[in-house]
């Protein structure tokens, strides 16, 4: 399920054609609540550690909840304090959960899956998970999205979407999940 709220969270942040700009889809984690409505709240002063590293703004562009809904948090013409020094050049997109110690939830997987394919064929991105890029962070210990949400499998289950044109349930079939 895809749900856009109509939001402005970030009115000041400097907006641009991001179809010729667009080079990364970056996965994330974010262990800061269970709905994307608290990840929001956090960002916007609600967990001050959060806010005052982003700015008070919010830095993605979707979050996917652990249920698989997805939802829209910045317009994808903003700029998202997500990723450092690619933050101009890619759509942030973050699953609640802390994929260091827990496995997504398969509704998440897959939604997160079919989103990022949806973005990528639009935008002729490839798919990064955080720490994977170069100068991605301040923090040279980061882990995210974490192991155990097992990145390769996933880009496997995206690229498998791309070739066959199947959804990504056919993928699980075809695979042991």
Request: aromatic share 10%.
């Amino acid at each position: 399920m895809l749900v856009q709220p109509f939001i402005n969270l970030a009115p000041n942040l400097k907006r641009y054609d991001r179809r010729y700009l667009t080079e990364r889809i970056v996965i994330h984690r974010i262990a800061l609540g269970a709905r994307a409505s608290d990840i929001i709240v956090a960002f916007s002063g609600g967990i001050s550690l959060a806010a005052k590293a982003t700015g008070y703004k919010m830095p993605y562009h979707y979050v996917v909840e652990s249920d698989g809904s997805v939802i829209q948090t910045l317009p994808l013409d903003v700029i998202g304090p997500h990723a450092w020094k690619w933050n101009d050049r890619s759509i942030g997109v973050a699953c609640v959960g802390d994929f260091r110690i827990h496995e997504p939830p398969k509704a998440q997987w897959y939604a997160a899956a079919r989103l990022c394919r949806s973005l990528e064929m639009l935008y002729r991105a490839d798919i990064w998970g955080h720490d994977e890029l170069p100068e991605g962070s301040t923090d040279p210990q980061k882990v995210c999205p974490g192991a155990k949400w097992n990145l390769p499998f996933f880009l496997g289950a995206v690229r498998h979407m791309a070739i066959t044109g199947a959804d990504i349930v056919d993928f699980e079939q075809a695979s042991v999940f």
